[in-house]
């Protein structure tokens, strides 16, 4: 299914955040626009223009304090999608700053993983 307007700008947004990312790739999952770096979801676009992003678990509780976060569920059925996955709405990221705030909290994780070879 194609993006729609509100989806592929956000898409262009963050493309261009993670525009120096040499493991960058992109594909179309679930609805949504992945973006992965080191061959893990680091932000997924939903057509709403809302983020699915993965934290450190340790982070979590202090950034479901942020205005638009919270946990990110999978489905019709809201199955939880487990420890360090929220979903950012688009509200609260339609400021260039806060968006690269969400991006980075993301950044963080995928490269301590990378880390960790995990």
């Known amino acids: 299914m194609p993006m729609n307007e509100a989806q592929s700008a956000m ?3 963050v493309r261009s955040l993670l525009a120096d990312e040499p493991t960058l790739t992109e594909k179309s999952m679930f609805g949504s ?3 992965m770096v080191n061959d893990r979801i680091l ?3 939903f057509r709403e223009a809302d983020l699915l992003i993965r934290v450190d678990e340790e982070q979590e509780a202090v950034l479901m304090l942020e205005p638009g976060a ?3 569920y999978m489905g019709p ?4 999608m487990g420890p ?3 979903l950012i709405e688009s509200d609260a990221i339609a400021d260039d700053d806060r968006l690269l705030f969400w991006v980075d909290a993301a950044r963080e ?4 993983e990378a880390e960790r070879g995990g």
């Open 84 to 86: 360090g996955w929220l």
């Open 109 to 112: 994780r995928n490269r301590a």
């Open 70 to 72: 919270g946990r990110a």
């Open 11 to 13: 898409a262009d947004r």
């Open 77 to 80: 059925k809201k199955r939880d």
């Open 33 to 35: 626009r992945a973006f």
């Open 43 to 45: 932000v997924a676009v």
